[in-house]
């Protein structure tokens, strides 16, 4: 079993304030894989004190170029620990290795290296023409940065705030959750490898009081967070209280609508990964499949040989395509709606509870309910787990008002012959990301976010490294020009 005595506060691998530990519970075998130090609010604070000591330090100072080069050394260091990453990342939370090495590694990387492409290019300063005279209009860092990650993707979630918080000059403190502290570890490793400043960045994995005492901190100027609405509500709360920055990413129920036009053949396969990705975990899945009424049966009966043909087990084994969930909760939880799924009239028409021959590990079968009205539980919650409802509609207005008939607005697709076609329906649906005949909705290098309860603010992109930046607007002499 692996055990680990140090966190990563300020650049350095330091003892913990108290003898508290997390327990790293593998779910596939159920047995504890690891025990690394379970941070508490003193060494929040020692995090804090070096962040602040870091923001007046060389790194914020640095140009944007340099801040870039940090930037691609890290996605490097990373890319040349792949393997080690993605199977650290399937060991603690069951994302299966068909998928880890692309959505848990490579996609993070390609996160970081759009981070560093915009560094470069971003207008950190630039003089605009004002009612006066000119007006020098700079962006400056946030301050100190939290960001609060969940365990689903949790280096990607890294990746999509350090990236921007160091293209930014932020400092920033991580919270990865209790369940994936592993990857974290090896994370603060590459940190150190690339010699990043000292004080740029913490790691401390915890839970969710040390989460709450991070974000109030007075110390701490912005928060990111990234997890459930329920979390997110509080958080910014908090956040609004005390008039720190803050973006929130949190849940989804997005709606794929397949047009009356669509090629089944080629839609389904792209399709079923983006409902099923990381066994069902994703907060960007698409979950609630709309299919038109003349073509109804014919998407059922291909979504169901899809779904059937979806292996289960080991998820370090590279032919499974469907791991366990993350914990019993989670496992529970899920069979939970699907129970509710059945009692509010939705037919069950392929998996529905715990495979067969899987003793140990928290399975649920790659499940899939026809007949759902968008009225129950199951097309209005989010399940984070491996279960897709199938809806019919009569015309491709009513599929958009189902679409938006939900709390949620994080992700979607439509799929169609005709792009125009599809664009017409994206342009209707409220969501902060969409995608047309795609297999991914969110791009590295484009605003990510969510429209409604799906979140506040976007990551990625010009609006993302924004969101960790501060404007000052400098007005200057009528008769001033810059220096040649
Ligand atoms: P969660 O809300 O339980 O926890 C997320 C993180 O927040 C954890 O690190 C947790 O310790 C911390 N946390 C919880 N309450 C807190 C509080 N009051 N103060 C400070 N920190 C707190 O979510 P989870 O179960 O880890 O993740 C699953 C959820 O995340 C799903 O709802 C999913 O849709 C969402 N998610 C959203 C995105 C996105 O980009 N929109 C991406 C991935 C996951």
């Not at 790691?203 to 967070?225: N, Q, S, T, W």
């Not at 506040?456 to 969101?467: I, K, Q, T, Y």
């Amino acid at each position: 079993m692996e055990t680990k005595d140090t966190l990563y506060i300020g650049g350095e691998w330091v003892a913990p304030s108290t003898s508290n530990t997390i327990e790293v519970v593998s779910p596939y075998t159920e047995q504890v894989i690891a025990r690394v130090p379970e941070a508490a609010e003193g060494d929040v604070d020692r995090a804090v004190e070096a962040a602040r000591a870091a923001l007046s330090g060389p790194y914020p100072e640095l140009t944007p170029d340099e801040r870039a080069d940090y930037i691609v050394k890290l996605s490097q260091a990373i890319q040349a620990r792949s393997g080690e990453i993605a199977e650290t990342i399937t060991a603690e939370m069951g994302s299966p290795a068909s998928w880890a090495i692309m959505g848990q590694v490579f996609a993070p990387t390609m996160v970081l290296d759009g981070w560093a492409d915009l560094a470069r290019t971003f207008p950190f300063e630039e003089i605009r023409p004002g009612a006066m005279g000119p007006v020098l209009v700079r962006k400056e860092p946030v301050g100190v940065s939290a960001g609060i990650i969940p365990w689903n993707v949790p280096l990607f979630i890294v990746a999509l705030k350090l990236g921007a918080a160091l293209a930014a000059g932020s400092p920033m403190i991580l919270k990865p959750s209790p369940e994936t502290p592993l990857d974290s570890y090896i994370l603060g490793e590459i940190l150190d490898e690339i010699e990043l400043p000292k004080g740029m960045v913490s790691i401390l994995p915890a839970g969710r009081e040390v989460g709450e005492y991070l974000v109030r901190h007075p110390g701490v100027d912005k928060v990111g967070f990234t997890g459930s609405t329920a979390a997110g509500r509080k958080v910014g709360a908090i956040c609004g209280e005390l008039l720190k920055r803050c973006t929130l990413e949190l849940g989804g129920k997005s709606a794929a609508i397949i047009l009356e036009d669509a090629d089944l053949a080629a839609s389904i396969p792209m399709l079923m990964p983006n409902s099923f990705m990381n066994n069902g975990q994703a907060c960007v899945a698409q979950t609630r499949i709309l299919a038109p009424r003349s073509r109804y049966d014919e998407v059922v009966e291909a979504l169901a040989e899809a779904v059937q043909a979806q292996t289960v087990g080991d998820p370090a084994d590279p032919s499974v395509a469907i791991g366990p969930l993350v914990a019993e909760r989670q496992r529970e939880r899920v069979l939970g709606y699907i129970e509710k799924g059945k009692a509010e009239g939705a037919k069950l028409v392929v998996g529905g509870g715990r495979p067969a021959g899987l003793e140990a590990g928290w399975f649920v079968e790659p499940t899939l309910f026809v007949g759902v009205d968008n009225k129950m539980t199951i097309a209005q919650e989010e399940i984070f787990g491996p279960v897709v409802s199938v809806l019919s509609y009569d015309d491709p207005a009513q599929a958009v008002a189902i679409a938006n008939d939900s709390d949620y607005g994080l992700s979607g697709s439509v799929w169609t012959q005709d792009v125009e076609a599809g664009i017409d329906v994206a342009r209707k649906v409220r969501t902060g990301t969409y995608g047309i005949n795609q297999f991914g909705t969110l791009d590295t290098r484009n605003p990510f976010g969510g429209f409604k309860s799906s979140g506040v603010g976007r990551e990625l992109g010009p609006e993302g490294l924004s969101a960790y930046l501060e404007t000052k607007s400098i007005v200057l002499p009528g008769d001033y020009t810059p220096p040649a």
